[in-house]
Protein backbone atom coordinates (compact mmCIF):
# COMPACT_ATOMS: atom_id res chain seq x y z
CA UNK A 1 0.00 0.00 0.00
CA UNK A 2 1.15 3.20 -1.02
CA UNK A 3 1.93 5.96 1.74
CA UNK A 4 3.00 9.61 1.55
CA UNK A 5 4.66 11.37 3.94
CA UNK A 6 5.15 15.24 3.91
CA UNK A 7 7.81 16.72 6.07
CA UNK A 8 8.76 20.29 6.50
CA UNK A 9 10.50 23.37 8.82
CA UNK A 10 6.90 23.96 11.35
CA UNK A 11 7.62 27.54 11.45
CA UNK A 12 8.93 30.22 8.61
CA UNK A 13 9.85 33.94 8.61
CA UNK A 14 7.51 36.30 6.51
CA UNK A 15 9.29 37.03 3.23
CA UNK A 16 11.48 33.85 3.70
CA UNK A 17 10.90 30.11 1.44
CA UNK A 18 9.26 27.44 2.38
CA UNK A 19 10.64 24.05 1.57
CA UNK A 20 8.86 20.89 1.83
CA UNK A 21 9.32 17.31 0.84
CA UNK A 22 6.75 14.32 -0.02
CA UNK A 23 8.18 10.60 0.93
CA UNK A 24 6.56 8.15 -0.87
CA UNK A 25 6.53 4.60 0.18
CA UNK A 26 5.73 1.11 -0.60
CA UNK A 27 4.56 1.85 -4.23
CA UNK A 28 6.16 3.44 -7.77
CA UNK A 29 6.56 6.72 -8.64
CA UNK A 30 5.68 6.02 -12.40
CA UNK A 31 2.84 7.06 -14.17
CA UNK A 32 1.04 8.89 -11.82
CA UNK A 33 0.48 12.98 -11.10
CA UNK A 34 2.14 13.94 -7.99
CA UNK A 35 0.14 17.21 -6.11
CA UNK A 36 0.33 20.07 -3.76
CA UNK A 37 -2.66 21.17 -1.86
CA UNK A 38 -3.25 23.47 1.36
CA UNK A 39 -5.76 24.23 3.66
CA UNK A 40 -5.53 27.33 5.32
CA UNK A 41 -7.92 28.19 8.29
CA UNK A 42 -11.17 28.24 8.06
CA UNK A 43 -10.51 28.23 4.05
CA UNK A 44 -11.40 25.84 1.19
CA UNK A 45 -8.78 23.21 0.24
CA UNK A 46 -6.54 24.90 -2.56
CA UNK A 47 -4.49 23.30 -5.22
CA UNK A 48 -1.34 24.36 -5.36
CA UNK A 49 0.39 22.23 -8.81
CA UNK A 50 1.31 19.19 -9.41
CA UNK A 51 4.34 17.24 -11.29
CA UNK A 52 3.90 14.27 -13.60
CA UNK A 53 6.53 11.23 -13.21
CA UNK A 54 7.98 12.89 -16.83
CA UNK A 55 8.83 16.10 -15.62
CA UNK A 56 5.58 18.48 -16.75
CA UNK A 57 4.28 20.47 -13.93
CA UNK A 58 1.41 22.62 -13.77
CA UNK A 59 0.37 25.44 -11.75
CA UNK A 60 -2.13 26.99 -9.79
CA UNK A 61 -2.13 30.36 -11.48
CA UNK A 62 -2.77 31.50 -7.83
CA UNK A 63 0.84 30.67 -6.72
CA UNK A 64 2.77 29.89 -10.36
CA UNK A 65 4.61 33.43 -9.77
CA UNK A 66 5.76 31.97 -6.33
CA UNK A 67 6.05 28.07 -6.64
CA UNK A 68 8.39 25.14 -7.75
CA UNK A 69 7.48 21.60 -7.83
CA UNK A 70 9.87 18.94 -8.47
CA UNK A 71 10.61 15.57 -8.53
CA UNK A 72 14.09 13.50 -7.21
CA UNK A 73 13.34 10.16 -8.68
CA UNK A 74 16.42 8.35 -6.86
CA UNK A 75 15.11 9.34 -3.59
CA UNK A 76 11.36 8.62 -4.29
CA UNK A 77 10.30 12.80 -3.10
CA UNK A 78 8.29 15.03 -4.73
CA UNK A 79 9.45 18.94 -3.12
CA UNK A 80 7.51 22.11 -2.96
CA UNK A 81 9.22 25.13 -2.64
CA UNK A 82 6.77 28.45 -2.13
CA UNK A 83 8.96 31.79 -1.97
CA UNK A 84 8.39 34.96 -0.48
CA UNK A 85 5.71 33.60 2.02
CA UNK A 86 3.27 35.51 4.55
CA UNK A 87 1.03 34.40 7.22
CA UNK A 88 -1.80 33.88 4.66
CA UNK A 89 0.97 30.85 3.79
CA UNK A 90 0.08 29.69 6.93
CA UNK A 91 -1.80 26.13 6.21
CA UNK A 92 -1.75 22.40 6.35
CA UNK A 93 0.36 21.16 3.15
CA UNK A 94 -0.87 18.02 1.32
CA UNK A 95 0.99 16.12 -1.04
CA UNK A 96 -1.24 13.43 -3.40
CA UNK A 97 -0.99 10.65 -5.72
CA UNK A 98 -3.26 10.13 -9.01
CA UNK A 99 -3.91 10.27 -12.24
CA UNK A 100 -6.21 11.91 -14.68
CA UNK A 101 -8.93 9.08 -14.38
CA UNK A 102 -8.71 9.40 -10.49
CA UNK A 103 -8.85 12.98 -10.38
CA UNK A 104 -5.17 13.53 -9.25
CA UNK A 105 -5.89 12.44 -5.52
CA UNK A 106 -6.73 8.68 -4.51
CA UNK A 107 -3.76 8.97 -1.94
CA UNK A 108 -2.87 11.51 -0.13
CA UNK A 109 -0.51 12.25 3.29
CA UNK A 110 -1.86 13.30 6.36
CA UNK A 111 0.07 16.75 6.09
CA UNK A 112 2.35 18.60 7.43
CA UNK A 113 1.60 21.83 9.27
CA UNK A 114 2.85 25.35 8.54
CA UNK A 115 2.84 28.00 10.29
CA UNK A 116 4.64 31.86 8.93
CA UNK A 117 5.21 33.57 11.90
CA UNK A 118 8.65 35.97 12.80
CA UNK B 1 -11.56 28.73 -12.46
CA UNK B 2 -14.87 26.56 -11.80
CA UNK B 3 -16.67 27.55 -8.52
CA UNK B 4 -17.46 24.64 -6.38
CA UNK B 5 -20.80 25.20 -3.62
CA UNK B 6 -21.24 22.21 -0.80
CA UNK B 7 -24.40 22.48 1.11
CA UNK B 8 -24.75 22.17 3.67
CA UNK B 9 -21.71 23.26 5.79
CA UNK B 10 -22.34 20.83 8.31
CA UNK B 11 -24.94 18.51 9.59
CA UNK B 12 -25.83 15.97 12.75
CA UNK B 13 -27.74 13.36 12.42
CA UNK B 14 -28.23 9.93 14.30
CA UNK B 15 -26.27 6.63 13.64
CA UNK B 16 -27.79 4.91 11.20
CA UNK B 17 -29.62 7.84 9.46
CA UNK B 18 -29.17 8.57 5.82
CA UNK B 19 -26.93 11.81 5.21
CA UNK B 20 -27.10 13.14 2.12
CA UNK B 21 -24.28 16.03 0.79
CA UNK B 22 -24.58 18.22 -2.05
CA UNK B 23 -22.53 19.85 -4.44
CA UNK B 24 -23.03 22.02 -6.99
CA UNK B 25 -20.39 23.12 -10.19
CA UNK B 26 -20.42 26.68 -11.65
CA UNK B 27 -20.03 25.52 -15.09
CA UNK B 28 -20.71 22.22 -16.22
CA UNK B 29 -17.73 19.25 -15.47
CA UNK B 30 -19.53 16.24 -16.93
CA UNK B 31 -18.57 13.28 -14.19
CA UNK B 32 -15.24 14.54 -12.82
CA UNK B 33 -15.79 15.06 -9.28
CA UNK B 34 -14.46 13.03 -6.66
CA UNK B 35 -15.63 13.01 -2.93
CA UNK B 36 -13.25 13.12 0.14
CA UNK B 37 -13.54 12.00 3.38
CA UNK B 38 -10.84 14.51 5.90
CA UNK B 39 -10.71 13.04 9.68
CA UNK B 40 -8.11 15.52 11.67
CA UNK B 41 -4.41 14.71 11.59
CA UNK B 42 -5.40 11.93 9.04
CA UNK B 43 -4.76 11.14 5.47
CA UNK B 44 -7.20 12.58 3.13
CA UNK B 45 -9.70 9.64 1.89
CA UNK B 46 -10.89 9.17 -1.54
CA UNK B 47 -14.34 8.18 -1.61
CA UNK B 48 -16.09 8.50 -4.77
CA UNK B 49 -14.28 9.48 -8.14
CA UNK B 50 -15.79 10.18 -11.37
CA UNK B 51 -18.49 11.12 -9.67
CA UNK B 52 -20.10 7.39 -9.01
CA UNK B 53 -17.59 5.19 -8.90
CA UNK B 54 -16.95 3.96 -5.24
CA UNK B 55 -12.87 4.11 -4.40
CA UNK B 56 -11.12 0.82 -3.28
CA UNK B 57 -12.00 -0.09 0.23
CA UNK B 58 -14.63 2.34 0.68
CA UNK B 59 -17.66 0.60 2.28
CA UNK B 60 -20.94 0.36 0.45
CA UNK B 61 -22.89 2.51 2.43
CA UNK B 62 -21.04 5.29 0.91
CA UNK B 63 -22.38 6.73 -2.68
CA UNK B 64 -22.59 9.19 -5.37
CA UNK B 65 -24.93 10.48 -8.24
CA UNK B 66 -25.01 13.15 -10.43
CA UNK B 67 -23.50 14.75 -13.58
CA UNK B 68 -22.26 18.24 -15.02
CA UNK B 69 -23.13 20.63 -12.25
CA UNK B 70 -25.11 18.79 -9.70
CA UNK B 71 -23.73 15.80 -7.58
CA UNK B 72 -24.43 14.46 -4.14
CA UNK B 73 -22.71 12.49 -1.86
CA UNK B 74 -25.02 9.58 0.02
CA UNK B 75 -24.28 7.93 3.62
CA UNK B 76 -26.93 5.31 3.66
CA UNK B 77 -26.33 4.43 7.24
CA UNK B 78 -24.38 6.84 9.53
CA UNK B 79 -21.43 5.30 11.52
CA UNK B 80 -19.19 6.43 14.41
CA UNK B 81 -16.78 6.07 12.77
CA UNK B 82 -18.30 8.65 9.03
CA UNK B 83 -17.75 11.83 11.45
CA UNK B 84 -15.57 14.21 9.63
CA UNK B 85 -15.48 16.91 7.08
CA UNK B 86 -16.16 15.95 2.90
CA UNK B 87 -14.96 17.81 0.55
CA UNK B 88 -16.09 17.39 -3.11
CA UNK B 89 -13.44 18.60 -5.74
CA UNK B 90 -13.92 18.80 -9.86
CA UNK B 91 -11.06 17.47 -12.42
CA UNK B 92 -12.43 18.66 -15.32
CA UNK B 93 -10.55 21.89 -15.58
CA UNK B 94 -7.27 23.31 -14.21
CA UNK B 95 -6.87 24.33 -11.41
CA UNK B 96 -8.55 21.78 -9.43
CA UNK B 97 -11.01 23.48 -7.29
CA UNK B 98 -12.54 21.93 -3.63
CA UNK B 99 -15.96 22.76 -2.11
CA UNK B 100 -16.00 24.62 0.79
CA UNK B 101 -16.57 21.65 2.92
CA UNK B 102 -19.63 20.00 5.12
CA UNK B 103 -18.85 18.47 8.60
CA UNK B 104 -20.70 15.50 9.62
CA UNK B 105 -21.44 14.96 13.11
CA UNK B 106 -23.66 12.54 15.25
CA UNK B 107 -26.50 13.74 17.42
Known amino acids: QVHLQESGPGLVKPSETVSLTCTVS????????WSWMRQSPGKELEWIGFIHWSGSVNYNPSFESRVTISLETSKNQISLKLHSVTAADTAIYYCARGDDSSGYGDHWGQGTLVTVSS | DVQMTQSPSSLSASVGDGVTISCQASQDIGTSLNWYQIKPRNAPKLLIYDASLLASGVPSRFSGRGSGTHFTLTITSLQPEDVATYHCQQYDNLPLTFGGGTKVDTK
Open chain 1, 26 to 33: GGSMGNYY
